[in-house]
Nanobody
């Protein structure tokens, strides 16, 4: 049974930083691309960042480029999202997801975590 468990969310002031982590189990982690998506209240879920199985290729949404960085540790079966210079518009529930390739469309992802809330105050 595949499980993806996010952690690291919380309340932070604008300009601050948070680091999200996602621990995976029940799958051959090094065979999967991983991604982060987010969903704000009243909005559709949107792509944040993805990383291929090796960690050599990453893709970040334009809205987070230069502020967020996705990384992974295959030995620990974790994927992380370092979020710097946070803005109130980054407030959302953040989800990690797994797929064979580093897609930007959520519908292409097979497995999802339960999400972690990030709230950025102005």
């Amino acid at each position: 049974q595949v499980q993806l468990v996010e952690s690291g969310g919380g309340l932070v002031q604008a300009g601050g930083s948070l680091r999200l982590s996602c621990a995976a189990s029940g799958l051959t982690f090094s065979s999967y691309a991983m991604a982060w998506f987010r969903q704000a209240p009243g909005k559709e879920r949107g792509f944040v960042a993805a990383i291929d199985w090796s960690g050599r290729m990453t893709n970040h949404a334009d809205s987070v480029k230069g502020r967020f960085t996705i990384s992974r540790d295959n030995a620990k079966m974790t994927v992380s999202l370092q979020m710097n210079s946070l803005k109130p518009e980054d407030t959302a529930v953040y989800y990690c997801a797994a797929a064979r390739y580093a897609y930007t469309m959520g519908s292409r992802y097979n497995y999802w975590g339960q999400g972690t809330q990030v709230t950025v105050s102005s």
